[in-house]
């Protein structure tokens, strides 16, 4: 059974940082394109940002370049994301995902994603 297990949120002040970590179980994602979403209360679900299987290439929503990095360790099935300069609107429940597919292209909408985690919270206050 495939697993995505997201750890490393919690309550920081505007201005810190935090970095979350993906594990993924139950098979590789080392040639799949792995991605962060996010979903503040009352709102859709967004991308953050997503990172190819292939070239390992990196894809940032614009609200937050410059201020995440989202990488990967294939050795350890694992996806992070360093958050900087957290501000308050980055509060919300934050989902890792993946795609089922090798070498895939990256996707922007929750629908091209087969795999998600439960989500861990990120709260920044002011």
């Known amino acids: 059974q495939v697993q995505l297990v997201e750890s490393g949120g919690g309550l920081v002040q505007a201005g810190g940082s935090l970095r979350l970590s993906c594990a993924a179980s139950?098979?590789?994602?080392?040639?799949?394109?792995r991605a962060w979403f996010r979903q503040a209360p009352g709102k859709e679900r967004e991308f953050v940002a997503a990172i190819s299987g292939s070239a390992g290439s990196t894809y940032y929503a614009d609200s937050v370049k410059g201020r995440f990095t989202i990488s990967r360790d294939n050795a350890k099935n694992t996806v992070y994301l360093q958050m900087n300069s957290l501000k308050p609107e980055d509060t919300a429940v934050y989902y890792c995902?993946?795609?089922?597919?090798?070498?895939?292209?990256?996707?922007?909408?929750?629908?091209?994603?087969?795999?998600w985690g439960q989500g861990t919270q990120v709260t920044v206050s002011s």
């Open positions: 995902a993946a795609n089922g597919l090798l070498y895939s292209g990256v996707y922007y909408s929750p629908t091209g994603y087969d795999y």
């Open positions: 139950g098979r590789t994602f080392s040639r799949s394109t």
